[in-house]
């Protein structure tokens, strides 16, 4: 296991085995980087990197009112909450909740969308902005915006629903789904026990 993702599971672990000890821990580290960030540097921390937790549940993030939060989301409930005014959450479409994010999108909320062929310009009538530039998802315009993102890594050979492909890219995926055909692994990677990734 690589250094970094040891370095993940060893903090997940702690905040399972001692929540308030990681939150003690995490707040402390926020009141240093607030500080800097009232002395000029700009700061922008994204606590869901790799999960998705509910960390406006567990943080007054209002506290650290020089920094700036962002997260993604699957968990369109987490967008009815009222979230402090330096914390921007952008939900996150995906095969099973496409419903739930023109809803989002409906309200006001920013929602992100992979896709498989070139961007479009709307998405079900909603416009998009270019999200592959940059991560900063507090920058994008408010208002319900699709941030368009193009499908990267194994995402390129999605056939579950993930990727929206284009016209003619969900004509061949309809068709080979009744065919039973499958999109084409582009690429693998081995891991342990020889399988590939």
């Known amino acids: 296991m690589a250094t970094t993702q040891l370095l993940r599971l060893n903090k997940t672990f702690y905040l399972y085995e001692d929540r308030d000890g990681f939150l003690a821990q995490l707040e402390s580290e926020l009141d240093a980087l607030n500080l ?74 920013n929602v992100a969308v992979v896709f498989g062929d070139e961007l479009p310009e709307t998405w079900h009538g909603f416009p998009l902005v270019q999200g592959d530039a940059h991560d900063l998802r507090f920058l994008d315009p408010k208002g319900g915006h699709v941030v368009g993102l193009t499908a990267k890594g194994s995402a390129k050979g999605d056939a579950s629903g993930f990727v929206v492909m284009g016209d003619v890219g969900q004509a061949w995926a309809r068709e080979s789904e009744r065919a039973g055909r499958t999109l084409p692994v582009l690429a693998t990677a081995p891991v342990a026990g020889g399988r590939a990734a």
């Open 36 to 109: 800097q960030a009232r002395r000029g540097k700009r700061i922008a921390i994204r606590l869901n990197g790799t999960s998705d937790l509910p960390w406006h549940l567990w943080l007054d993030m209002a506290r650290w009112e020089s920094l700036v939060f962002y997260d993604y989301t699957k968990f369109a409930n987490r967008l009815s909450h009222e979230l402090a005014p330096n914390y921007s959450l952008t939900f996150s479409r995906s095969e099973s909740n496409e419903a739930q994010a023109l809803d989002v999108l409906r309200s006001g909320g």
